[in-house]
Structure formats: structure tokens, C-alpha cells
């Protein structure tokens, strides 16, 4: 039932490019993304909705296809600071705001 | 800051004994969250509430119990804690699009 992420863990230099994955099981009505650095709590990047708005980060992308029940992060030209474990949070009931996060996608950016 | 503390930080506790974890709020926010967090298993929703008395089960809700008497308040309870639930308990606010965590609580039932 967990949204699934993938990859599980993933290795860049600085300046590099990453893309990080989240399926889910079910229909989703808007999915949100967070960044948690070691030894501290989530935090938000960005939100997006059913039917295509996008609110949050300025150098960090994402997308939503509804139809795949996926979304997808483009974190591009990363830098040291981007490093920690990524989580997607998901809401399948419009109305509701029960938060399913995914499985969690460990991010280190070497210089 | 969000505005949300939890407390303890830190326990110890043992195989069978009852365990209360507290958050609070300063935001006056109607959505509060517990969820725990485990290696290989990200952040999983034990309970949420949606305001004052109204709270739901979230995915492992077995062996834990909530109240909220207030709004600022939100209490998670294990009533007879076990080795399984030796975790890190996040407890979550819902303010606009964003949820603001607190900093987290670090139990350890031997």
C-alpha cells in the first residue's frame, strides 16, 4: 500500500542530475514531495495536484502523470546542500488529507 | 519555525509498561499526524486527527491509541509497548499545502 520509490539510493557529483521515482497502488488526487536530512525531521519541497498545478521549490521540478499513478523528481546541477532522503507523500482521496509516504530514496551529492 | 514540539525526545522503556508521547501545537492547525519512521520502511501514518475528538487510523494503527481533548494537543499511546515498536515517532502538522513536522522522538522499548 506504501507508494513504492525508486531508485532506493543513488550516488552524484556536484552539478550532476537525478530523477527520483514514486508509483503508487492507487489513484492519487495530488502527491507531495520532502527532504530529510540526517538526524533531523522532513521537510516540504513541493506539492502537486490533480489536474496540473505545481507549488513549491524553485530548482527542484517534478511531475505528475495520474493516468501511471506516478510522479516524478528532477533535481538538475545538484549541489552538496541537495543530499538527504527524498519522500514522496501521497493523498488518493480528494477531500481528505491522509498522507501516504513512500518507501524513501537516500540522495548523496559528492563534490 | 512551526510552531510544533513533541515531547519526550528521548525514552527508554520496557517490554509491557504503557507509554504516552505528546505533540503540540502552537498554529492552531485543525490536521495532526503521528507516524513512525523505520529503516527500509520511510514514514509509515500510525493515526491522524482532523480536529478535536475526530481522529482516523492510518496504515499501522494496530497496538497504538490517540487523543486530542484540544486543539494544540495530540497524544499517542502505547498501551503495553513492545520490541516492534522501537522506533522514531514523528508527529506532523498540516498548515496550508505543506505538512511541518517536529523534531522527533526517539523510543527504545527493551
Known amino acids: 500500500q506504501q507508494p513504492v520509490q525508486s531508485p532506493q539510493a543513488v550516488i552524484l557529483r556536484e552539478g550532476e542530475d537525478a530523477v527520483i521515482n514514486c508509483s503508487s497502488s492507487k489513484a492519487l488526487y495530488s502527491v507531495h514531495w520532502y527532504r530529510q536530512k540526517h538526524g533531523e525531521a522532513p521537510v516540504f519541497l513541493m506539492i502537486l495536484l490533480k489536474g496540473g498545478e505545481q507549488k513549491g521549490h524553485d530548482k527542484i521540478s517534478a511531475s505528475f502523470n495520474e493516468k501511471k499513478q506516478q510522479s516524478s523528481l528532477y533535481l538538475t546541477a545538484s549541489q552538496l546542500s541537495y543530499s538527504g532522503t527524498y519522500f514522496c507523500?501521497?493523498?488518493?482521496?480528494?477531500?481528505?488529507?491522509?498522507?501516504?509516504f513512500g518507501t524513501g530514496t537516500r540522495l548523496k551529492v559528492l563534490a | 519555525d512551526a510552531g510544533i514540539t513533541q515531547s519526550p525526545r528521548h525514552k527508554v522503556t520496557e517490554t509491557g509498561t504503557p507509554v504516552t508521547l505528546r505533540c503540540h501545537q502552537t498554529e492552531n492547525h485543525r490536521y495532526m499526524y503521528w507516524y513512525r519512521q523505520d529503516p527500509g520502511h520511510g514514514l509509515r501514518l500510525i493515526h491522524y486527527s482532523y480536529g478535536v475528538k475526530d481522529t482516523d487510523k492510518g496504515e499501522v494503527s494496530d497496538g497504538y491509541s490517540v487523543s486530542r481533548s484540544k486543539t494544540e494537543d495530540f497524544l499517542l499511546t502505547l498501551e503495553s509497548a513492545t520490541s516492534s515498536q522501537t522506533s522514531v515517532y514523528f508527529c506532523a502538522i498540516l498548515g496550508g499545502d505543506e505538512q511541518f513536522f517536529g523534531p522527533g522522538t526517539r523510543l527504545t522499548v527493551l
Open positions: 507523500g501521497t493523498v488518493t482521496t480528494s477531500g481528505t488529507y491522509k498522507y501516504i
